[in-house]
Nanobody
Framework: VRLDESGGGLVQPGGSLSLSCEAS????????MEWYRQAPGKSRDFVAS???????FYADSVKGRFTVSRDNARNTVFLYLNLVQPDDAAVYYC????????????????WGTGTLVTVVS
């Protein structure tokens, strides 16, 4: 399984940006698709997740500003960043949790390599 993030770049405070992450491979289903972020010198923190049924969950720091969505047919998750703040600058990582693969009983997890979001005035 491979996860490829895209959409990172420069954004001004108060602006918006869209990220996407596509999982590829012989995937039967993915239970949760999630976003994390890591700023320089800090730990990797949870940002948002969405279940296969479309139920979202957000970290308090982004609630009301970010929107997570997914396209199950394309194994793709999106993160829309709105009202961006300087503290939102980080490398954003996508995670697929509970991946069902053919002939493998145990669900798998996979991470992407990250996409950089830079907040500039």
């Amino acid at each position: 399984v491979r996860l490829d993030e895209s959409g990172g770049g420069l954004v001004q405070p108060g602006g918006s940006l869209s990220l996407s992450c596509e999982a590829s491979g012989n995937i039967q289903s993915i239970q949760y698709m999630e976003w994390y972020r890591q700023a320089p010198g800090k730990s990797r923190d949870f940002v948002a997740s969405i279940s296969s049924s479309g139920e979202p969950f957000y970290a308090d720091s982004v609630k009301g500003r970010f929107t997570v969505s997914r396209d199950n047919a394309r194994n793709t998750v999106f993160l829309y960043l709105n009202l961006v703040q300087p503290d939102d600058a980080a490398v954003y990582y996508c995670k697929a949790a509970g991946i069902r693969l053919p002939n493998i009983n145990r669900p798998q997890d996979a991470w992407g390599t990250g996409t950089l979001v830079t907040v500039v005035s």
